[in-house]
């Protein structure tokens, strides 16, 4: 970090002169929809049935897919694209999951009781931030105000679920603080069956078996991928956190800001995966510092320094593969296989922005580094793996230089971006480094034809690095499954649409077209085994050339003071220029099918209400050499009820998939390592959603 704080500090010597010299109410969610991003407000006071960020975006942005790993700790596809391909940002700063299965993706760090506000930004068009490819997803958690206020929510739902919150702020005109703090925990879901984890894999087991054609490793593997009878009834998960924030005015025209986030996860269950996590740790270090009105060469000028940490051991303990034998009810660990990983990430940024008459004129440094470090540990039989490495101490270390320009033409409003970026990513061994240097830009306008229509239109182009996953991880075994020589990828896009908004309402329409250029994807016919020798290089990443397309349609209605209706649709479609190696499919992974949101809400003075209804096609077009398989449609309702009580109480009462049914929404791309049989032409394991779930939460606010 030192080396890049130092180019930092230079590049600022040199721009010194420089810098020196619409909305609608839906219910009490406010959603603010501009033509090219969506601001869903008032997170913490409305998500109330769980701490999961990624389920809430799930249900608020119809381009949003979710990800079903666990009970908690989701992941989320955004158009089509996932992982690295989109950002996640934080109050600005950047956390990483350290889990190479996405078992802790940067979603699950920041909590919705702690958040005030979400934007997504589809596209290519953020030039602020380090590896926007294809979407932005800003995170803004929740500031203190001057006067002592607070809340306190206490949460129940099925399956035990339990959650207790808190929140506290007050200050003056100079100084104000925030704390807030958290715990929830639940027993295993249920899915519409009647299935909770536990059940879900043993069904899976005896399907496997059923079908025949395993040898006797197979065998083996496949039991032991099943819970011992001493944790079959255990908690999905045990969930603390906590945030303070401190807020400093010297001066009407400056601020320093500092904040600390903590999240502490134990033992959460990952019943789709063959292992599970142990905890999962992480820290979050923010200081801010902004000052106002300092001269025609500065209308505000912005400093940020932080520091993200993750630390997720995976294990087998609680699976029967760990027992001495193959017995489930074995309580003994003789055999336990750890994986342990850890992430950091430590930014700065420095930003300016200068108002010349009708432009504002945004220039700024950015730089980065983030070390991600993996090791096997090993005991009995799985002795041989203690000390292997999967990640070795790599670093991936960023400095870029970025200017945003905006302006008005009467009725033209003009948007451009430009960033240049340069990326070395170094490996703590013997394998390869490599150096990457790219240039990011777009142009987006709109056209604001009338009081109430918008025509809009983007066209850009942006990059992300390959991640020290892809570049470098080695299995237990010590064969090597990066690919250390990969090309960044490169994304080419253009957005079109108009929005039309009428007295009671709005009505918006979008197209997109993506050429990805060295798209990064996974070769499932390149994936090491059980014999592949230790060393091996199996290359099983590949750049390819790929493209996705799709159309968003959303709107509102109210038809009077109470009664509104807010519905969204998305669909997109991937593909590969060419099959992979070895391959004949050109479908590309992870593309979900069309996707319906459609809520009526109706409000009063002390009241809302809403009825919702999820709805997804079957997905019909899957990478099926890859691990994807065919799933069915699913159309699910939920109900929720709010009604104030009396001296700052109430009460909120939620039924979701009211008609229990059992669906899923998570494909089986094996770019993730999930339960198999492994036998040729088998189906990976399906985690099915929940079943019915009824919750309850009682607020008190001050």
């Known amino acids: 970090m030192k080396k890049i704080v130092n180019k930092v500090i230079a590049l600022s010597l040199v721009l010194s002169p420089i810098l020196m010299a619409e909305t609608v109410e839906m219910a009490e969610v406010e959603i603010n929809e501009s033509v090219n991003s969506v601001k869903i407000n008032d997170i913490s006071g409305e998500e109330l049935k769980s701490a999961d960020l990624a389920e809430s975006l799930t249900r608020s942005v119809p381009s949003i897919s979710l990800v079903r790993r666990s009970g908690i700790a989701n992941d989320i596809i955004l158009r089509g694209q996932k992982k690295d391909n989109i ?4 109050d600005g700063t950047k956390i990483y999951g350290a889990c190479p299965n996405r078992m802790d993706p940067a979603t699950s760090h920041i909590l919705t009781n702690n958040i005030e506000s979400v934007e997504v930004k589809e596209g290519p068009y953020d030039v602020e931030n380090f590896g926007t490819l294809s979407g932005l997803i800003d995170i803004k958690t929740k500031a203190p105000n001057q006067e002592v206020s607070g809340e306190v929510n206490l949460n129940a739902g099925s399956w035990n679920y339990r959650k207790a919150s808190a929140t506290v702020s007050g200050g003056n005109e100079y100084f104000r603080l925030l704390l807030s703090a958290s715990k929830e925990s639940s027993d295993q879901y249920e899915d519409g069956d009647g299935n909770t984890f536990a059940d879900q894999i043993d069904n899976y087991i005896a399907e496997g078996l059923a079908v025949g054609g395993l040898n006797a490793m197979q065998i083996n593997a496949l039991k032991g991928t099943a819970l011992k009878d001493t944790y079959r009834d255990m908690e999905a998960y045990d969930k603390k956190s906590f945030m303070g924030k401190v807020y400093f005015n010297p001066s009407d025209n400056q601020e320093l800001m500092f904040s600390y986030t903590a999240n502490r996860s134990d033992d959460i269950l990952y019943p789709s995966s063959k292992m599970d996590a142990l905890y999962d740790d992480s820290n979050i270090y923010n200081f801010e510092y902004s000052i106002r009105d300092m001269g025609s060469f500065s209308k505000e000028l912005d400093f940020q320094i932080y520091h993200s940490e993750v630390d997720h051991p995976m294990s087998t303990k609680y699976r029967v593969s760990s027992s001495s034998a193959l017995d489930s009810s074995l309580n003994d ?3 336990e296989s750890i994986s342990k990983l850890s992430t950091d990430m430590d930014g700065i940024k420095l930003k300016n922005l200068i108002e010349l008459g009708k432009t504002d004129l945004t220039v700024g440094l950015d730089a980065s580094r983030r070390n991600w470090d993996g090791t096997y540990i090993g005991y009995g039989t799985k002795a041989g793996q203690t000390g292997k490495k999967s990640i070795d101490d790599v670093d991936t270390d960023n400095i870029a230089f970025f200017t945003r320009l905006e302006h008005s033409f009467g009725n033209l ?5 430009f960033r240049y970026d340069d990326t070395t990513i170094d490996h703590g061994g013997d394998m390869q480094d490599n ?5 990011s830009a777009y142009v987006f306008t709109t056209y604001n034809a009338d009081a109430g229509m918008q025509y809009f239109m983007g066209a850009g182009k942006a990059t992300r690095v390959p991640d020290a996953r892809e570049l470098y991880f080695a299995s237990s075994s010590g064969a090597v499954v990066g690919t250390n020589n990969l090309n960044q990828t490169k994304n080419y896009e253009i957005d079109l649409g108009f929005k039309k908004q009428f007295g009671d309402g709005f009505f918006k329409t979008k197209i997109f077209h993506s050429w990805l250029k060295d798209f990064i994807v996974y070769n499932a016919s390149k994936a090491p085994n059980m014999m592949t020798p230790s060393g091996t290089y199996t290359n099983t990443f590949e750049n390819v050339d790929a493209t996705i397309y799709g159309i968003e349609v959303s709107g509102f209605y109210a038809f009077d003071d109470s009664l509104s209706v807010d519905a969204g649709m998305a669909y997109q479609r991937g593909q590969k220029d060419e099959a992979l190696e070895n391959q004949t499919d050109t479908n590309l992974a992870e593309i979900p099918p069309l996707k319906l949101n459609v809520a009526l809400n109706y409000d009063t003075d002390i009241t809302s209400s809403k009825i919702e209804l999820i709805a997804a096609d079957k997905w019909s077009n899957f990478d099926e050499e890859n691990g994807e398989q065919a799933i069915a449609g699913y159309a699910i309702v939920n109900l929720k009820f709010n009604t104030e009580i009396a001296y700052g109480f109430d009460a909120t009462l939620g039924l979701d998939n009211i008609f229990d049914n059992t669906y899923a929404v998570s494909n089986t791309y094996k770019d ?21 779930y009824a919750y309850v939460n009682l607020r008190y606010r001050f």
Do not use: C, F, H, Q
């Open 435 to 439: 150096d990457y240097k790219s240039v």
């Open 672 to 692: 993730l390592t999930l339960l198999t049989t492994g036998a040729v032409g088998s189906d990976i394991m399906l985690l099915n959603e929940p079943g019915r």
């Open 333 to 335: 660990s003789d055999n």
């Open 413 to 417: 409003d003009l948007d451009l971006g």
């Open 87 to 90: 950002n996640i940002l934080a």
